[in-house]
């Protein structure tokens, strides 16, 4: 369900005096890539990626029915809200002082942030954020890439490759599986996208007479299955299992020094499938939850 404004929302007073000492090299900034699913969040503390952490996306209208100026303020306070409430621990890395100790200003305080987005309504919304980046392809130093290359995919192989090396593939298993591989010269030799996991298994509920919604099963499930929902399960895993080994054993051909990772959130299931199915396949595999956010880091804090 996506986040509604809450019924006691009002637009407080400036807090321009509240942010004014973070500067510097200890300087805190927000990255938010926003997904097809979920708004992904990363806390830098100067070049240190502290915390990561999901939410659902904001609720489009409702969030229309603000003034620009309750907009921007609303914003602000998700952002704090946010960090306030995934972990009582992260807020020993803020700044001591009284904006960050003080209850009643935390939810004030207008952090940077970077935004990285491939959906266009969540863009609209969080461009009335007060202080905002907006990543796009052309500020990456990465070469070949097209216009309709998600900026999502673009940041993750760059994240990938910078921190692990080049050449790389990037596998992300998120709403949609993509592959995205880029050569030691930093170029895009190009990639793939298909349905998900999750989307495969939503299609068929949605799109069939008799097909129930099942989830996925947490280890690699019977092959020839005696029911219908064994029957889901064995199609979309084994099949889906299958054309990733083949692009990373075609992508090995091309590249057999490569770095390969993995990302999104069905990461871990997927990694699991495939050190039962293909082991051999599996073991060169690296696990790279924050991937996009070591791309981030490279364009917006570490320069």
């Not at 509604?4 to 927000?30: C, E």
């Not at 979920?38 to 806390?43: D, I, K, Q």
């Not at 952490?53 to 921007?72: C, F, G, I, P, Y």
């Not at 999502?152 to 990938?160: F, H, I, N, P």
Request: charged share 15%; net charge negative.
């Amino acid at each position: 369900m996506e986040n509604s404004i809450p019924d006691n929302f009002r637009s407080p007073a400036s807090t321009d005096n509240i942010t004014s000492g973070l500067t510097g090299k200890a300087q805190i900034k927000i990255a938010l890539a926003i997904g097809n699913s979920r708004l992904h969040w990363g806390l830098f503390v100067g070049k240190t990626l502290e915390k990561t952490w999901d939410t659902q996306h904001l609720n489009t209208d409702a969030v229309s029915r603000l003034s620009e100026e309750e907009k921007a303020e609303y914003l602000v306070q998700i952002v704090m809200r946010s960090i306030e409430e995934i972990s009582s621990q992260t807020l020993l890395c803020l700044p001591a002082t009284t904006a960050f100790s003080n209850p009643r200003t935390l939810s004030l305080v207008r952090l940077p942030l970077i935004l990285a987005s491939v959906v266009t309504q969540q863009t609209a919304i969080w461009q009335s954020y007060p202080d905002v980046r907006i990543i796009t392809l052309d500020q990456l130093p990465i070469g070949g890439l097209y216009p309709t290359l998600g900026i999502d995919r673009a940041l993750a192989v760059l994240g990938a490759g910078n921190q692990l090396g080049w050449p790389v593939l990037l596998i992300d298993a998120g709403t949609a599986l993509t592959f995205t591989g880029a050569d030691v010269n930093r170029y895009l030799v190009g990639g793939a996208i298909l349905p998900g996991l999750g989307l495969q298994l939503s299609s068929l509920s949605k799109k069939t007479a008799a097909l129930p919604l099942i989830s996925l099963p947490q280890n690699l499930p019977y092959r020839w299955a005696k029911d219908t929902a064994g029957a889901i399960q064995s199609g979309v895993v084994y099949a889906t299992v299958a054309g990733v080994r083949d692009f990373i054993e075609d992508w090995r051909c091309l590249f057999p020094d490569s770095k390969i990772a993995v990302t999104g959130g069905d990461r871990t299931l997927l990694l699991q499938y495939l050190a039962s199915a293909f082991p051999d396949t599996a073991s060169v595999l690296i696990d790279a939850p924050e991937a996009i956010f070591w791309g981030i880091r490279l364009l917006t804090v570490d320069c």
